[in-house]
């Protein structure tokens, strides 16, 4: 008696594929041995006219006979082993060819599991997401998601009609990887993963490898290609392959890209006018150009649903936002940059997540990503989830996704914002709100593991790749080598000089005197890390006021503090980074609603406004520290920086030198609205003092209280030194000089 197809029917198991609920979906679908001389096919086809199987090198096709009005499909094939085959699928008249998914070997192999387990696989996004690929010679996407505790995954889009039974996905173990290749999917089709929870309830969840996604309010993630793009900037990475930081000059333009520049769109708010990626890279190349910056820092350019959070709450890690466009978009923007020298750094946000429903929290039913005790797992003052640092596959995402955005998109820098939220584990809570360590400590140790091994894979590529701590604590050894107990960082943001010196110049300039110490306090630590100096978004927001508004005075006086302070962080050592409208004196405080007011560089009366001369300041200062090597070479180095005065607190005066093999600086700080016709400044040595910088210079905006000739030093002791110069101090300036030493005459016995 012929077997009938129905005795073969796993009917309960196809009921849980149905609804949904089946892990194993490979052990219904696909071809097994039904007994010894028959092959049986099962398959899901919703929606088609007929199905049929092509056996290979075989002429005849065997009709599937459809088992169920849902849309499962089998056939009986006579045969002692499984063939290989494909299915005929024919709709309105149309055959195409489709392989079996479910008869296809993993792409997740033993060594790709066990490295990911042990939270060691740093390409593990070649793996995990979604893949354009050809299988079997049928083009289409392979999917991969990571969700051990989930009772089952399918991949649902348009490409299936959202249907949660179409593609139920393959489970491997021991990883709990579920994937799956879907033939006829491609770049552009939408996606997301519907995922029956440990729970019983079934979400849909934005894939967290997503190479791409819709536009905010939708939250699908988008099929994309990362391979097509042909890069141009060879020389560059050759360049930045034997760069030492430490020792180069680094000028940071910090930047929100959604608000440097906005395009005038008909009929849109200006908040909802975005230039793309491929638009902004020659504007904004042009403008560090003319600016004389280094790099630019991008605050967080991965997708996130919320402008509000400025990129902070971030979504989609593996995701350039598609507010400016496509990840192909991004790739032009660093390449352009690339080729005209200019350095990329991104904002990356390793300490919290947002609890959308489509994103992360609670992915698979359980706290997969983050604690499961909300005094570990929460940051209460900011609404938001903290990552488990302890879990080997959390580290491996967030590592890996550093590496993506080095190798993928070949960044220059990985700024890691709020590192002090996870250093503590009392950082933002009450008592009775964070659990202790180990040893009743409140250090985050699994934290500290995290940051010691992210920063030893990045430098482990020698790539010239920097790591920037935004730390604001006294946390010891954030660049401290790994191997010295460090964290590892390249460099740390200098709060405590940014916290003090906004302090001191928004204090009234006659009352300064009495804050003389936030001016020196800087230097009593700044040998404990590679620091650099940061006038940042945070400082311009949140009812702080522009660097503009936080200055007394009238408007002159304000623009003569912003010449000083630019100049004076240029001068002190560390690297720098100043926020976007902060060069020409941004007057409103910032939005990310708004571009930045550039009409304040529009000219006055036919004259050159004041901001525009600041911005030109600004400009010639980038250069100017480029060109003198004393002001970076040995930013690390106490050998290249010595004070020469301290103590005039009643004049609000500084004086230092900045020192390196071949060059000797002095600059003079003066933090009051007073001129002082002859000042005597202590030197070094016996030599010529020439001015080569004023920022109270005419063609800046200044009053014009220069040193047009050079100064020789007399032999007259002055503070503490031997010799000194007598010199014209501008009000609210900084001045500098080149030293150069001339042998003394001895006296004859």
């Known amino acids: 008696m012929a077997p009938k197809l129905d005795d073969f029917m796993q009917w309960p198991e196809i009921e849980a594929l149905e609804y949904g609920e089946c892990s194993r979906p490979q052990d219904v679908l696909g071809a097994r041995m039904a007994d010894r001389s028959h092959v049986l096919v099962t398959a899901y086809f919703p929606e088609v006219d007929s199905v049929a199987v092509r056996v290979a090198g075989a002429k005849k096709e065997y009709k599937m006979e459809e088992a169920d009005q849902q849309g499962y499909y089998g056939v009986l094939i006579p045969g002692r082993k499984i063939p290989e085959y494909v299915f005929m699928v024919e709709k309105k008249g149309k055959r195409r060819e489709v392989p079996d998914a479910y008869a296809m070997d993993s792409l997740i192999d033993g060594m790709d599991m066990e490295k990911f387990i042990n939270g060691c696989h740093d ?65 552009g089709d939408l996606y997301k993963f519907s995922i029956y929870q440990s729970t019983g309830n079934r979400v849909l969840k934005a894939d967290p490898f997503a190479n791409y996604a819709e536009l905010r309010p939708a939250t699908a993630s988008v099929v994309w290609d990362l391979t097509k793009y042909s890069w141009k900037d060879e020389k560059w990475l050759a360049r930045r392959s034997k760069w ?22 008909a009929g849109r708010e200006e908040r909802d006018c975005f230039y793309t990626y491929k638009e902004m ?169 995290f940051l010691q091994h992210i920063n030893d894979c990045i ?48 204090t009234d300039p006659l009352f300064r005197k009495g804050r003389h110490g936030m001016l020196t306090m800087s230097m009593l630590y700044q040998y404990s ?20 508004g936080k200055i007394p005075g009238d408007h002159q006086d304000k623009l003569s503090t912003l010449r000083l302070t630019y100049g004076f962080m240029a001068a002190h050592p560390g690297k ?69 005065s301290t103590l005039d607190a009643d004049n609000s005066v500084i004086v230092f030198l900045r020192k390196c093999k071949d060059e000797t ?31 109270d210079a005419v063609e800046f905006g200044g009053g014009g209280h220069v040193n047009p000739r050079v100064k020789n030093s007399k032999r007259e002791k002055w503070d503490g030194k031997s010799n000194s110069i007598e010199i014209r101090l501008a009000p609210l300036s900084v001045q500098v000089f080149q030293c150069t030493k001339v042998a003394v005459k001895r006296k004859k016995a």
């Open 123 to 187: 390409t593990i996004y070649d793996k995990l997401g979604a893949h354009p690929m050809t299988r079997d010679g049928a083009e289409g996407t392979y999917f991969a998601v990571w969700a051990p505790n989930a009772r089952a995954v399918s991949v649902v889009g348009d490409f299936n009609q959202w249907r949660e039974d179409a593609h139920p996905m393959i489970k491997r173990e021991p990883a709990g990887i579920y994937e799956l290749f879907v033939p006829g999917v491609g770049k």
């Open 244 to 265: 030492n930081s430490e020792k180069e000059p680094v000028l940071v333009y910090e930047v929100a890209l959604g608000a440097f520049k906005k395009p005038k769109l």
């Open 281 to 449: 890279a020659p504007l904004l190349c042009e403008y560090c150009e003319k600016m004389g910056y280094t790099h630019v820092e991008l605050m967080p350019v991965m997708e996130h649903p919320f402008d509000g959070s400025w990129g902070y709450q971030v979504t989609g890690y593996y995701a350039p936002t598609a507010r400016y466009g496509t990840p192909d978009d991004f790739a032009y923007f660093v390449d352009y940059m690339h080729q005209h020298d200019i350095g990329v750094i991104l904002d990356w946000v390793p300490a919290h997540f947002p609890k959308d429903q489509h994103g992360l929290a609670r992915f698979d039913g359980t706290c997969l990503f983050e604690h499961l005790d909300p005094r570990q797992g929460e940051h209460p003052h900011w609404g938001t989830l903290i990552y488990n640092y302890g879990r080997n596959e959390v580290v491996n995402f967030l590592t890996a996704n550093a590496m993506y955005w080095i190798r993928q998109f070949h960044v220059d820098g990985i700024r890691m914002d709020a590192v002090a939220s996870m250093l503590y584990l009392d950082y933002g809570k009450q008592d009775g709100e964070w659990v202790a360590n180990m040893y009743g400590g409140n250090e985050n140790l699994e934290a500290i593991a």
């Open 459 to 506: 430098h482990k590529e020698k790539s010239g790749v920097m790591t920037i701590a935004e730390e604001s604590t006294a946390w010891p050894q954030v660049t401290g080598a790994v191997s010295d107990g460090g964290l590892g960082f390249d460099f740390k943001w200098n709060m405590g000089w940014m916290n003090d010196y906004l302090e001191y110049i928004q």
């Open 529 to 548: 890390e590679n620091f650099m100096l940061v006038l940042s978004h945070d400082e311009v927001v949140h009812g702080k006021g522009s660097m503009y």
């Open 576 to 644: 720098k980074l100043l926020f976007m409208g902060q060069e020409f004196g941004q007057i409103r405080e910032w939005s990310e609603e708004r571009e930045l007011d550039w009409q304040l560089l529009d000219p006055v009366d036919g004259q050159e406004s004041g901001h525009e001369k600041l911005r030109q300041f600004v400009s010639y200062l980038n250069v100017f520290y480029q060109a003198h090597p004393a002001l970076y070479v040995n930013d690390t180095k106490p050998s290249g920086f010595q004070w020469l």
């Open 665 to 695: 600086l002095l600059i003079t700080c003066n933090f009051t609205p007073v001129y002082h016709e002859k000042f005597k400044v202590g030197v070094p040595f016996a030599g010529k003092y020439k001015e080569i910088l004023n920022s």
